[in-house]
């Protein structure tokens, strides 16, 4: 929990508090479990944070908080889900400090072995000189301490070595964490975070070529319906079917993710307006080509239909402000969608 959550919790109004969560839980029809209820005490406790903001979003489009969706929210802005991506950076910075530590050796070895052929070649030289020279033996001395210098140099190396071997299978685990900490378990796309971060990265790249971004919104029609009638799990199996068909359009100029709940993202980065519309359009089709079958008893769930909103980005417009104006297509379009057609 944040320092302010975690000192309310501790106070005299620490019940209320509760109270309060337990009764907006109980209002959205969210099930109070451990991670529900931390993320209703930010809510009711610290309304204007960000983490606050975003639940009030999901609860204006009627979003479902599944286990996934608050898992999502978890992920995004809770502190301690933040550890498995500082332990990443950590061990990025470790292996680097390695690498540079291994050309550092490299270098004074490299160095070691010229001055010992120098002392060596002194020495001999010394060595033919008549009579017996003090700094020939001076040199033999030096000569002798550099070459022991040289074996422990080597023995380092070696240890250097094994552990630059265990911190590259370090990373590559840590890795392997950022990816699935980047993926939404259930769909296998890019969740919320990994999203985020990409269309910040996108604007900023816009920003110094000019280039154009188109933002669209996916929302599955009537979800909680599925989720009622049928249950979670069948909820699930309709939400990897819409992901298979973003999947499919997805491209390297076309980003795409779970969002939260059962909305999905799309940012187009090379395509005309009339390209996305007709992107959206062909998902839509694929989308309601086929009734599904509920895999565990083969029940017709009937076909699936999803609605749209896009937004294409202005000059120097933030993702957030970007997001919110796809948000508000989406909403229109919804909208439009449940509006009965006047008979003629």
């Known amino acids: 929990m944040s320092e302010h959550v975690d000192t309310a919790v501790r106070g005299p109004q620490a019940y209320d508090l509760a109270r309060q969560a337990i009764e907006a839980m109980e209002s959205a029809k969210v099930w109070p479990t451990p991670l529900n209820f931390e993320l209703w005490l930010h809510f009711i406790s610290t309304p204007d944070s960000p983490l606050s903001q975003e639940m009030k979003r999901l609860l204006g489009i009627h979003t479902t908080f599944t286990d996934a969706v608050s898992e999502s929210l978890a992920t995004e802005f809770l502190p301690r889900s933040r550890l498995s ?24 070895r490299e160095i070691q072995v010229q ?14 000189s008549t009579p017996p020279n003090p700094l020939a033996e001076l040199v033999g001395t030096l000569s002798k301490a550099t070459r022991r210098i040289q074996r422990h140099t080597v023995v380092l190396e070696k240890r250097l070595e094994s552990s630059h071997t265990e911190v590259n299978k ?47 919104v996916v929302d599955i029609d009537h979800f909680k319906r599925f989720n009622d009638t049928w249950g979670h799990q069948t909820g699930d199996q309709v939400l990897r079917y819409v992901a298979s068909a973003i999947a499919r359009i997805t491209t390297p100029t076309r980003v795409s993710a ?82 009965p057609t006047p008979s003629a």
Do not use: W
């Open 115 to 128: 001055y010992a052929d120098t002392l060596t070649d002194a020495k001999v030289q010394l060595d033919q």
């Open 258 to 339: 779970r969002y939260g709940g059962e909305e999905f993202v799309i940012a187009f980065t090379e395509e005309s307006v009339a390209q996305v519309e007709d992107i959206l359009n062909t998902l839509r089709v694929d989308i309601a080509s086929r009734a599904l079958r509920r895999r565990s008893t083969n029940d017709d769930l009937g076909v699936v239909t999803i609605s749209t909103g896009y937004a294409t980005r202005q000059p120097k417009e933030t993702p957030f402000e970007l997001m919110e104006r796809a948000d508000a297509a989406l909403y229109v379009s919804k909208r439009a969608a449940l509006t």
């Open 170 to 216: 370090l990373r590559t685990h840590l890795e392997q964490v950022r990816r699935d900490a980047m993926t939404d378990a259930l769909t296998n796309l890019a969740n919320r975070k990994a999203f985020d971060e990409k269309l910040v990265s996108l604007c900023a790249s816009a920003d110094k070529t000019g280039s154009a971004i188109s933002l669209a």
């Open 85 to 108: 991506e500082e332990i990443r950076d950590a061990g990025a910075v470790l292996n680097r400090e390695l690498a540079a530590v291994a050309i550092a050796i490299d270098k004074a």
